[in-house]
């Protein structure tokens, strides 16, 4: 997971000030040098990194600090304060404009520049209601526009192409002609990447950009890169004035230093980043939450976030029927099952709980695969047994078992976990929730 390892290095570096009644200046020095070797071993860039040590260390030894009853948290809160403006302070959304709104998607090649366009496209319907179109002005890759095809018609969203035997601008504009005369008010260029930046990639996006004047100017990079990521923004946006940056593959890479130093060095906010190969695997970036997360204290904000898109009102709504009935059945089992899945691997998730020890789950074997089981046993039985589990003898539980590809133990655990589930949903639903009035005590 991204910043995995600044996150153990600087968890190690403040643990060493938490809960301290008294901090010298010395204990301060020995912690900010710390602080530092953690965040160049990340890959943050040499500049910001002195930066941000020399802002924490100015403000920490300060006689608020120093003279506080809980110095330790001052410090860790400094920490904090500092890093979230480090990554922009505020979350900074999309600028939707003019009808359509114009995006130029602009990277180099392998920074999952193509595939972010899709996803982009899909969190602009779910969370905006918009109706996108992607836009295939690659014309150097003739694979380019198959694979902006291929995700496209995974979402369901309409791509615009004109095959490679034109230019990049003539697309870009015939796409926004395409746009208005079939109400497509959310537009994605997706322009050619190169392995290194060149003059004829910057010359062709600059042209494109002449040609259509995009509302937002979105740079791709990916966070393995490192330092590059750092270098590759500083060139794009001296060329092209771009308008954010979204970070790809955060989920792979345990340093995350191009996140902490784009914003930085180019003055541009990160807007979105990809946390995972899922086109659904696409969060808004939020400096704040971001280093809640890497401080090791959670992210409720995101983890609710979460909950809210992936569980359907009518479904809750029906659910909350069948507690109050007590007729809740397997098969509500699995629809609920299947609705905490849309959320993210759970290893994720985890990590956005506060107070949880997240590295001793490191060596916890998690099951992603389980709901695949759970799901095809279920589905190995009859709609009455999906309704009545209790009819499932031995010769039934065989037969389900086959079916699945499961063992017999396997369907047992599984009727032993909804029993649970099932006494917890009577108690709920029966009214039997005890309340309790505190009362004061006349003195």
């Given at each position: 997971m991204a910043f995995e390892n600044l996150s153990d290095k600087l968890g190690q570096a403040l643990k060493k000030l938490r809960g301290r009644g008294v901090i010298?200046?010395?204990?301060?020095k020995e912690s900010m040098r710390e602080i530092k070797l953690a965040l160049l071993e990340a890959d943050v860039n040499y500049k910001v990194v002195k930066d941000f040590v020399a802002r924490v260390s100015e403000r920490c030894v300060g006689a608020d600090v120093l003279e506080s009853l809980t110095p330790g948290?001052?410090?860790?809160?400094?920490?904090?304060?500092?890093?979230?403006?480090?990554?922009?302070?505020?979350n900074s959304r999309i600028e939707f404009?003019?009808?359509?709104?114009?995006?130029?998607?602009?990277?180099?090649?392998?920074?999952?520049?193509?595939?972010?366009?899709?996803?982009?496209?899909?969190?602009?319907?779910?969370?905006?209601?918009?109706r996108p179109l992607l836009v295939a002005a690659d014309i150097y890759r003739p694979a380019a526009i198959k694979q902006l095809q291929v995700v496209g018609k995974q979402l369901d969203i309409p791509v615009f192409e004109m095959g490679t035997d034109t230019t990049a601008v003539k697309i870009a504009k015939s796409a926004i002609e395409h746009a208005k005369a079939h109400g497509n008010d959310f537009v994605i260029i997706d322009t050619a990447g190169r392995l290194h930046i060149d003059d004829e990639l910057m010359q062709e996006l600059e042209d494109v950009k002449t040609a259509v004047n995009p509302d937002e100017i979105l740079l791709v990079i990916d966070a393995m890169t490192g330092q590059d990521a750092v270098n590759i923004a500083e060139n794009f946006n001296n060329r092209l004035e771009i308008t954010g940056v979204i970070v790809t593959k955060l989920d792979g890479?345990?340093?995350?230093?191009?996140?902490?130093?784009?914003?930085?060095?180019?003055g541009k906010p990160i807007k979105?980043?990809?946390?995972?190969?899922?086109?659904?695997?696409?969060?808004?970036?939020?400096?704040?939450?971001?280093a809640s997360r890497i401080l090791g204290a959670g992210d409720v904000l995101s983890l609710v976030e979460k909950a809210q898109e992936a569980f359907d009102e009518k479904d809750a709504a029906a659910l909350e029927e069948k507690i109050r009935q007590n007729t809740f059945n397997l098969d509500d089992f699995?629809?609920?099952?299947?609705?905490?899945?849309?959320?993210?691997?759970?290893?994720?998730?985890?990590?956005?709980?506060?107070?949880?020890?997240?590295?001793?789950?490191?060596?916890?074997?998690?099951d992603e695969r389980k709901l695949d089981r759970i799901e095809a046993i279920i589905k190995s039985m009859t709609m009455q047994?999906?309704?009545?589990?209790?009819?499932?003898?031995?010769?039934?539980?065989?037969?389900?078992?086959?079916?699945?590809?499961?063992?017999?133990?396997?369907v047992n655990l599984l009727l032993k976990q909804f029993e649970q589930m099932q006494k917890m949903m009577k108690q709920l639903g029966g009214g039997n929730v005890?309340?309790?009035?505190?009362?004061?005590?006349k003195r």
């Open positions: 010298t200046e010395k204990d301060i948290q001052q410090i860790v809160k400094i920490v904090n304060d500092e890093l979230t403006v480090l990554m922009g302070s505020e404009g003019k009808s359509p709104t114009v995006i130029l998607m602009a990277g180099l090649q392998g920074a999952g520049k193509t595939t972010f366009c899709a996803k982009l496209a899909g969190f602009m319907r779910k969370r905006h209601n918009k890479d345990t340093r995350g230093g191009a996140a902490l130093s784009v914003k930085a060095v180019t979105f980043c990809g946390v995972g190969e899922k086109l659904s695997d696409i969060e808004e970036f939020h400096p704040d939450r971001m699995l629809n609920q099952m299947q609705q905490m899945n849309k959320m993210g691997p759970l290893s994720s998730l985890i990590k956005m709980v506060p107070g949880i020890d997240h590295k001793a789950l490191d060596n916890v074997d998690i047994e999906r309704e009545k589990p209790e009819i499932l003898n031995a010769s039934r539980k065989k037969r389900i078992a086959a079916g699945s590809g499961n063992q017999v133990s396997d005890r309340r309790f009035k505190k009362k004061k005590k």
